[in-house]
């Protein structure tokens, strides 16, 4: 099952600066971009430059999730004195746009290669990359990279929740893994949390997955019955017998309900910036209303300068109040840490509690 990957594109029309678009595609050449500047400017152009792309938009096709690919766009300074360029803005990491140059004079062509890495992209893509200017009458624009991205290996779903387990019981989900080899299969999964968590693998032959015709094994994953009390997450490695992709990761996230709750079940910091003061609470209770103590809570993060309190929240002991104080001192765009939680509660002597958010420098 290959796949040829576009590398480089044939660019649609040339431009014509001050005039109609040619009516048909051809190869553009660098000498098509634009006419030479008019012997005679009107004057609220004069000495500035204008920037023209000879095209906004790049398609890379059909593409698998192995390799970059490169992509050229030309251009050209069309106006009557120089143009540079000062910036260029992707809005993803996916894409590195590369200039020969800064600084064009007028007729002056350039290029901006881009090259796009589709790793861990799926599906039809789109992104933007800005062009920013020293021009006034072009101070910016905007090009686009599409590509339609098949993963050599696909994984459905990306993660898997369990619904809410009682104590003793056991659960069981799947996840679906298609590959593109005639003889694709599984060979191999294995959970980081194997005391939680049991793994078992099903080769169920070709399977249609989204108009093709794929190979497909299925990777059970399995709560035990004597999984304890807490909010339990698992990285599971996945082996194949393709060469181009012979491992694959995926998580499971289960939560196993004991007598203790904990109300709310996260801890949400939202959006917020270095500098920023915060005050969160939560409370660790017993459903069936029966005394237990708060040995002790912590939470590990250089993100937080932090202070924690806890007390009763009831004469009986049976709910106790946390609470979280203090302020954010670095950023963590994706931050997320768990907060420990030991008791004197047989079988439930660890809880844990996630604290999330988005910390930004500003």
Same mark, same amino acid.
């Given at each position: 099952m290959n796949m040829h990957r576009t590398t480089l594109l044939t660019l649609g029309l040339g431009l014509i600066a001050g005039s109609a678009s040619m009516g048909h595609a051809q190869a553009l050449d660098r000498n098509d971009l634009s006419p030479e500047a008019p012997a005679v400017m009107n004057p609220s152009v004069k000495n500035k430059g204008i920037l023209v792309m000879s095209s906004k938009t790049q398609d890379a096709g059909e593409i698998l999730d192995l390799e970059d690919v490169d992509l050229t766009y030309l251009f050209r300074n069309t106006g009557a004195g120089p143009l540079t360029i000062t910036q260029v803005k992707t809005t993803c990491g996916c894409t590195v746009p590369e200039l020969e140059k800064k600084t064009y004079m007028p007729g002056e062509s350039g290029t901006l290669n881009v090259k796009f890495?589709? =790793?861990?992209? %799926?599906?039809?893509? %789109?992104?933007?990359?800005?062009?920013?200017?020293? *021009?006034? *009458?072009?101070? *910016?624009?905007?090009?686009?990279?599409?590509? !339609?991205?098949?993963?050599?290996?696909?994984?459905?779903?990306?993660?898997?929740p369990f619904e809410a387990i009682q104590k003793g019981n056991s659960a069981t989900k799947e996840f679906k893994i298609y590959g593109r080899t005639d003889d694709f299969k599984v060979t191999r999964a294995t959970a980081s949390d194997p005391?939680?968590?049991?793994?078992?693998?099903?080769?169920?032959?070709?399977?249609?997955? =989204?108009?093709?015709?794929? =190979? !497909? *094994?299925?990777?059970?994953v399995t709560v035990?019955?004597?999984?304890?009390?807490?909010?339990? =997450?698992?990285?599971?490695?996945?082996?194949?017998?393709?060469?181009?992709?012979?491992?694959?990761?995926?998580?499971?996230? %289960?939560r196993v309900l004991g007598d203790l709750k904990i109300d709310p079940v996260r801890v949400t910091m939202g959006r917020m910036v270095v500098g920023d003061a915060f005050e969160k609470e939560f409370v660790v209770g017993s459903k069936s209303g029966t005394a237990f103590n708060i040995k002790s809570v912590g939470l590990s993060t250089i993100a937080l300068e932090h202070e924690i309190s806890y007390e009763p929240a009831n004469e009986e002991k049976s709910e106790w109040r946390v609470k979280i104080t203090g302020t954010v001192t670095h950023p963590a765009p994706r931050f997320n840490t768990p907060i420990l939680i030991t008791t004197d509660v047989e079988d439930e002597s660890e809880l844990t509690v996630q604290m999330y958010g988005q910390l930004r420098a500003e």
């Amino acid at each position: 099952m290959n796949m040829h990957r576009t590398t480089l594109l044939t660019l649609g029309l040339g431009l014509i600066a001050g005039s109609a678009s040619m009516g048909h595609a051809q190869a553009l050449d660098r000498n098509d971009l634009s006419p030479e500047a008019p012997a005679v400017m009107n004057p609220s152009v004069k000495n500035k430059g204008i920037l023209v792309m000879s095209s906004k938009t790049q398609d890379a096709g059909e593409i698998l999730d192995l390799e970059d690919v490169d992509l050229t766009y030309l251009f050209r300074n069309t106006g009557a004195g120089p143009l540079t360029i000062t910036q260029v803005k992707t809005t993803c990491g996916c894409t590195v746009p590369e200039l020969e140059k800064k600084t064009y004079m007028p007729g002056e062509s350039g290029t901006l290669n881009v090259k796009f890495d589709p =790793r861990g992209k %799926a599906g039809a893509i %789109a992104r933007n990359i800005t062009i920013f200017t020293d *021009s006034d *009458s072009t101070p *910016s624009e905007t090009i686009i990279v599409r590509a !339609l991205v098949k993963p050599v290996v696909v994984i459905e779903p990306k993660v898997v929740p369990f619904e809410a387990i009682q104590k003793g019981n056991s659960a069981t989900k799947e996840f679906k893994i298609y590959g593109r080899t005639d003889d694709f299969k599984v060979t191999r999964a294995t959970a980081s949390d194997p005391d939680v968590f049991d793994i078992e693998i099903e080769d169920m032959g070709e399977a249609e997955y =989204r108009g093709e015709n794929l =190979r !497909l *094994s299925i990777v059970r994953v399995t709560v035990k019955d004597n999984a304890r009390p807490d909010n339990h =997450r698992t990285d599971i490695t996945i082996r194949t017998n393709d060469e181009r992709k012979p491992i694959v990761t995926t998580t499971a996230i %289960a939560r196993v309900l004991g007598d203790l709750k904990i109300d709310p079940v996260r801890v949400t910091m939202g959006r917020m910036v270095v500098g920023d003061a915060f005050e969160k609470e939560f409370v660790v209770g017993s459903k069936s209303g029966t005394a237990f103590n708060i040995k002790s809570v912590g939470l590990s993060t250089i993100a937080l300068e932090h202070e924690i309190s806890y007390e009763p929240a009831n004469e009986e002991k049976s709910e106790w109040r946390v609470k979280i104080t203090g302020t954010v001192t670095h950023p963590a765009p994706r931050f997320n840490t768990p907060i420990l939680i030991t008791t004197d509660v047989e079988d439930e002597s660890e809880l844990t509690v996630q604290m999330y958010g988005q910390l930004r420098a500003e």
